[in-house]
């Protein structure tokens, strides 16, 4: 990690400096945990303490902290720490240590178009007509089937999947074991099946149909991702059916995020860990949807839309709504349905009361 | 992409053509997408405007549709819409393009044999003992571990994972990532473990008990899939105990489906993304469980279950259920308990009312 | 598979063993197919029929099963037999497969440091300054990062994928596919998100905010994992911001789990298959989560604790708790309101009577 002054840190950060400018970090670390190379984050006042236990001798601090105070040397001062942070995480990641060049074990088609300073690492393999972007740097591993297209400065890692042409965006990164362009899950019987009778009379067609079996509908789609999207490591993007399956500008999926045939995601959303979303479903721009939170298929999203953690979507959602639960319904709603469920117990015991009291009898006549 | 005839098309469907069905249409696409050299699937009639827009002169559509009022010089009937859509895409498939033969930088054992017309990619590994049936396709980076057998024409997608004696059919798909056969997740401790009291006392049991590590029970068995199966991206199914995990011909597992040791599941069925199966559990034939479902350990689920989205199975199933929720009830009753639930602060005040009208005090005497 | 002595598995246990103890088993099986050269395992009296069927003439039985009318020649009596299984599979375990020494297709780092008796299988590639422990076994297409540390007697099986600087205890189980330090999801606006008012509002200001892109912030952490952790097929843990994320000695993660930035996972903990971490969790030890449990960020979850199946934790949990249920509560709570729930339909319904009883009308005064 080469080092960088305090003065040019905050230069990139926009923000002011104080003490002794000059002085080189090397490192980032916690405030309890920091050397005398490393630069603190200590953003709030509650790290006033461990600042005192470790080393630094400067740090990133909140507005209205008083580096003196602290015992620091040198400071920036932050107004919005996680912009911060993102900043300086930037500016000393050693990066993904991929080599410039082709390696020599790699295999690559004659066909295919390799950027200038692009990396490529070994055992790739690259399909027939397979573009790659000037300086895109793909992990050992990887495999990009014929016909994909990967932009500019895209970053592809280890084991990463990249189906027959899919397109991928400028300065995409796809972390180690993501799939993206496997076959949508689309089978139909030759039949009325179980399942749909099952939806159509929500449940109350109990009765056994006759067997068969499933017939698939091949994915004759792709995947295309805007520029600067993030897919997590192990998460999975199927192909659409005819048209393709669409992710746009700016939008971030975690680890083992998956996405059905014929989805349509849009611009700057956030879709954190393990969320699930079924077959054609459309969802607006910057929504966020919290941890494990699954769509089912075919519904609308709204742009702004916010879920907290395991929400499980049933049903179409307006713009710029909070949900929560199973089903979900706006996070306030949802608050005041659980808090009446925990008194329900008490509740019941009480209209026993009242059911005897009015009635003569734990009887209704 | 190669041509087909609106005839040949609607021959292959069992379909009636009507029109100029000597056209010949070298893609598949969305009515307002098609271009002149595209069957346009326009299967009911809310595709009418989309078909104006779009250039296509073929179409597929739902029975009861004027092919000449929607300006189509040929189209085809299809009286079951998803039926010909799997037709259809399967005739125009350009396939996964797995090259003939046996790539020189794939690792084979000499003890391994290869079916005829095999095809091996780049990367490969194959162990030994192995069988690889006739016709068989293995894409690039996939793993074949000791005494695996693959059925005839099955395909084996990049970086699938398949564990030392695991049996798969013919014609099973292995799409890329999945791992068939790990080892099972079985741990005991030495003596009887916190969670053991915590299932035997309903939680009531609180009090830690004395600190033991975990010993690991090993997997013997192995998994065997039968024909006709396919297993999603990034999808896993560990081995058994003692014999081994089953999944039976024509059953389908959609991306990041987790399979634990000892299941076996039946034929026909539908596991969509992200379901999770724990340990030795039985599911019987044409089980469909929606997305993210949960089926907790040892229970057995019956032929026919059909489940909605995110619903978490903790008791054994009688056939042809269909089931919603956390816990799984029957859809009908979870619909009736979820709207009870939604008035539940409405009702909570009604009670309060109720309980000073005939108390006189908002205390039961 | 080599074959054992009854005398030998009895020792290895510390069990006692009856009959002829010199029959010799070479492999293990459940009674009703045992063959005549399995051990069976015959824990419990409800095995008695399945041993009749099966040609076992060794097994391992419960305390107070008698052998001889179980028509056994030998038999080895386990106290607790899941405990024996343990043993016995072990003892019986073929292995991966793993050839010795260093396959000529790898690719290896010269500053990399390999342990004496390590092994390394086809197409790994190894990283600068990478220390692999004596006797470690890394299968096939693994990827190990610069500066990675693995411990002596590890088993990285195929596909694994090791992180820059992480660091790997001894003994660690690394299965398929599995993703130690891919980056953390961490991601900040310029100015306040959306997702931010929600929290703050709890879902209330539903107005949406200017538009605005996602800032990464890049993850200079590693991660380290104590000795004895084994690590599910295709899971995936994430790399620290600043400092590592950090999973203690002896705990055990199932397939697909996910385990978010910054988290500090304590020892002997069991977390079952698909759970999901969200960042910076701190979880003490011992703690077992069922199937497809979420833990939102920034929670601690106390030593002892137990989760059902599919429980969400929203908020912060207290050692040696016992529960159940989204949102979580003691696992007895629950069921109390869950019972409540379904019979809440039935109780709107007295409350109506009692309202037409008390008020002569179905409305509140």
Same mark, same amino acid.
Request: glycine share 12%; aromatic share 2%; hydrophobic share 45%.
């Given at each position: 990690?080469?080092?960088?002054?305090?003065?040019?840190?905050?230069?990139?950060?926009?923000?002011?400096?104080?003490?002794?400018?000059s002085?080189?970090?090397?490192?980032?670390?916690?405030?309890?945990?920091?050397?005398?190379?490393?630069?603190?984050?200590?953003?709030?006042?509650?790290?006033?303490?461990?600042?005192?236990?470790?080393?630094?001798?400067?740090?990133?601090?909140?507005?209205?902290?008083?580096?003196?105070?602290?015992?620091?040397?040198?400071?920036?001062?932050?107004?919005?720490?996680?912009?911060?942070?993102?900043h300086?995480?930037?500016?000393?990641?050693?990066?993904?240590?991929?080599?410039?060049?082709?390696?020599?074990?790699?295999?690559?088609?004659?066909? !295919?178009? $390799? *950027? %200038?300073? &692009?990396?490529?690492?070994?055992?790739?393999?690259? @399909? +027939?007509? /397979?573009? #790659? =972007?000037p300086?895109?740097?793909?992990?050992?591993?990887?495999?990009?089937?014929?016909? !994909?297209? $990967? *932009? %500019?400065? &895209?970053?592809?890692?280890?084991?990463a999947?990249? @189906? +027959?042409? /899919?397109v #991928? =965006?400028?300065r995409?990164?796809?972390?180690?074991?993501?799939?993206?362009?496997?076959?949508?899950?689309?089978?139909?019987?030759?039949?009325?099946?179980?399942?749909?009778?099952?939806? +159509?009379?929500?449940?109350?067609?109990?009765?056994?149909?006759?067997p068969?079996?499933?017939?698939?509908?091949?994915?004759?789609?792709?995947?295309?991702?805007?520029?600067?999207?993030?897919?997590?490591?192990?998460?999975?993007?199927?192909?659409?059916?005819?048209?393709?399956?669409?992710?746009?500008?700016?939008?971030?999926?975690?680890?083992?995020?998956?996405?059905?045939?014929?989805?349509?995601?849009?611009?700057?959303?956030?879709?954190?860990?393990?969320?699930?979303?079924?077959?054609?479903?459309?969802?607006?721009?910057?929504?966020?949807?919290?941890?494990?939170?699954?769509?089912?298929?075919?519904?609308?999203?709204?742009?702004?839309?916010?879920?907290?953690?395991?929400?499980?979507?049933?049903?179409?959602?307006?713009?710029?709504?909070?949900?929560?639960?199973?089903?979900?319904?706006?996070?306030?709603?949802?608050v005041?349905?659980?808090?009446?469920?925990?008194?329900?117990?008490?509740?019941?015991?009480?209209?026993?009361?009242l059911?005897?009291?009015?009635?003569?009898?734990?009887?209704?006549?």
């Amino acid at each position: 990690m080469t080092g960088h002054s305090i003065k040019d840190i905050a230069a990139s950060l926009g923000a002011e400096a104080f003490g002794d400018t000059s002085i080189i970090v090397t490192g980032v670390a916690e405030p309890g945990r920091a050397g005398p190379a490393d630069l603190a984050m200590a953003m709030s006042a509650r790290y006033a303490d461990q600042l005192a236990q470790g080393a630094a001798r400067a740090a990133v601090i909140g507005a209205g902290m008083d580096w003196q105070a602290l015992g620091l040397q040198a400071a920036i001062v932050a107004p919005r720490p996680r912009v911060a942070m993102a900043h300086v995480t930037r500016a000393m990641d050693a990066g993904p240590g991929i080599a410039p060049g082709l390696h020599p074990s790699s295999v690559i088609d004659a066909s !295919a178009r $390799i *950027g %200038a300073g &692009a990396a490529i690492g070994p055992f790739v393999v690259i @399909g +027939a007509d /397979v573009v #790659i =972007g000037p300086r895109a740097r793909i992990a050992s591993h990887v495999s990009i089937a014929d016909g !994909a297209v $990967i *932009g %500019a400065d &895209a970053l592809v890692l280890q084991g990463a999947r990249v @189906g +027959a042409r /899919v397109v #991928i =965006g400028d300065r995409v990164i796809l972390h180690p074991g993501c799939v993206i362009g496997a076959d949508g899950f689309s089978f139909v019987t030759p039949d009325t099946s179980q399942v749909e009778r099952s939806r +159509a009379s929500l449940g109350r067609a109990d009765s056994a149909v006759a067997p068969q079996g499933w017939t698939r509908i091949h994915s004759l789609g792709a995947v295309r991702l805007g520029d600067d999207v993030e897919i997590g490591a192990n998460a999975t993007i199927d192909r659409g059916t005819l048209a393709d399956t669409t992710i746009g500008d700016g939008t971030k999926l975690d680890n083992m995020v998956h996405v059905g045939h014929n989805c349509r995601i849009g611009r700057d959303c956030l879709l954190c860990g393990q969320v699930g979303i079924a077959g054609s479903v459309t969802i607006g721009d910057r929504v966020v949807l919290g941890g494990q939170t699954g769509v089912a298929d075919n519904l609308e999203i709204g742009s702004d839309v916010v879920t907290g953690a395991s929400t499980i979507i049933l049903s179409t959602v307006p713009p710029g709504r909070a949900l929560l639960g199973y089903p979900a319904v706006r996070m306030e709603a949802q608050v005041d349905m659980y808090k009446a469920l925990r008194r329900l117990p008490r509740l019941a015991k009480t209209v026993a009361d009242l059911q005897k009291a009015v009635f003569k009898s734990d009887k209704t006549p």
